[in-house]
């Protein structure tokens, strides 16, 4: 049988071929959490890993299996026994956590991703893994991006980029995704050859969720499937020409005033408006830029050269004649109230831990903020970096306030592709920040 089915313009690897080759990238001794939720992707994936460990034994890898209960359904403690069966018959040691506490009524699946990931990155700390892997699919990559190509408001191009092959968890886990490249149906044959069941969950039939009515739709598109890849590579390379720009053009001050150099605003459109999104987020305390529409609106504004202000995102852009300043607006900025040893993150851009014997409460500084600037910045944008610094109060003003302030950079410290670390990485440099760990393969 071939090593690859070619589908179109895209080819699509074969289960083993795609086990091996994630196995012999990875940097040893090696980990490997596998995360199995006993449906047929993830199933493969981890037989697929310990056929080839066993295959071609190389001692200084190892795995373990998780699986995360979420208590959404009746059936999943059933569904757990059955994994933890399949786990047992491979001899992979197998891990179970169960989802605690109060469900939202709304937004249930992003809850329960950040949930699921929280578990196994605290599952991996338990068995010192290297890395999680996921079981994505060349199905998955393919919905995906016919998800956001649909989002996009007509007369725009592109449809952005797809999964990435690897992605940083909360600045202490790698996940990766070694099948991205594999078709579901070749992973279904893997495991029929081998005698091998799967758990179907029924949601993937509820067309409620956008990924199904996408699914399915997509079963009656005879069009050819879009790279493996998703579009990583021209993002990566994006990546690196905006951490260029970076250098060139961006100092940050007191981690809340972003100044521009004007000579960066003649540099390349595609460029700009990435470097720029991602610095509205981080002054903004957001996981995302601005959307497309305001994005576009604060470029038509910056095109025009003309001095004055704009608003995106909970960031303020004020152009001026020697450059273009970004800071965070003043309005709509929560307190934050921390227990004795507790921590946390302030408006999206400051993490707070408190070393006091009591509770403090973490505001915006308004106009007692101060800092250290250097000379010949704007005095407005000085005052209004200024206001949005964070104060700490005790609970007994008399006394000094003991808390660790460190910036939090919102769109990669929770979330960051492997596709953005090499802008990501200059961006923690700008905040006085380590750069991110690195991907174990």
Not at 13 to 22: G, T
Not at 28 to 49: E, F, R
Not at 242 to 249: C, S, V
Not at 306 to 330: C, H, I, K, N
């Amino acid at each position: 049988m071939s090593n690859d089915a070619v589908t179109g313009a895209a080819t699509a690897q074969m289960p083993e071929v795609a086990a091996a080759d994630f196995i012999h990238s990875l940097f040893k001794p090696a980990h490997i959490l596998v995360a199995i939720s006993g449906g047929s992707d993830s199933t493969g994936l981890l037989a697929a890993l310990a056929e080839q460990l066993k295959l071609f034994p190389i001692t200084n890898v190892s795995l373990f299996a998780a699986t995360i209960d979420h208590g959404l359904r009746a059936e999943s403690a059933d569904e757990t026994r059955h994994v933890a069966a399949v786990c047992a018959s491979l001899g992979v040691p197998h891990i179970v956590r169960r989802w605690q506490g109060e469900k939202p009524k709304n937004g249930i699946m992003a809850a329960a991703r950040e949930a699921r990931y929280g578990l196994l990155a605290d599952i991996a700390a338990e068995v010192s893994a290297s890395a999680v892997v996921t079981a994505h699919t060349f199905d998955d990559q393919r919905e995906t991006l016919a998800m956001r190509a649909a989002r996009l408001s007509e007369g725009e191009g592109g449809a952005g980029t797809g999964i990435a092959d690897a992605m940083l968890f909360d600045r202490r886990l790698w996940i990766v995704r070694p099948f991205l490249a594999c078709r579901r149906a070749d992973i279904r044959a893997y495991l029929t050859r081998r005698g091998m069941s799967w758990l179907d969950d029924p949601s993937n039939e509820d067309v409620r969720y956008e990924r199904v009515r996408t699914r399915k739709s997509l079963a009656q598109d005879a069009a050819s499937p879009s790279a493996p890849d998703g579009g990583g590579t021209a993002r990566a390379a994006l990546s690196t020409e905006a951490a260029a720009w970076l250098d060139r053009y961006v100092t940050v001050h007191a981690n809340v005033l972003c100044a521009v150099s004007r000579d960066a605003l003649a540099a390349d459109e595609v460029v700009r408006s990435y470097a720029l999104s991602y610095l509205a987020a981080v002054f903004g305390g957001e996981p995302y830029g601005p959307g497309r529409e305001r994005m576009r609106r604060i470029l038509d504004f910056i095109g025009e050269g003309r001095p004055g202000r704009r608003t995106a995102g909970g960031v303020l852009f004020d152009l001026r004649r020697d450059g273009l300043y970004l800071m965070r607006e003043s309005r709509d900025i929560q307190p934050l109230v921390l227990a004795s040893g507790a921590d946390g993150v302030w408006d999206g851009r400051f993490r707070i831990v408190n070393h006091r014997p009591t509770g403090i409460r973490i505001e915006a500084a308004g106009s007692s903020g101060m800092a250290e600037f250097p000379e010949g910045l704007p005095k407005g944008a000085l005052q209004r970096a200024r206001a949005v610094l964070p104060r700490v109060v005790g609970g007994d003003e008399g006394n000094a306030v003991s808390a660790t302030i460190a910036p939090y950079l919102a769109p990669f410290d929770r979330f960051l592709t492997r596709f953005d670390l090499t802008y990501a990485d200059r961006l923690a440099a700008c905040f006085g920040r380590e750069p991110y760990m690195r991907p174990p393969l």
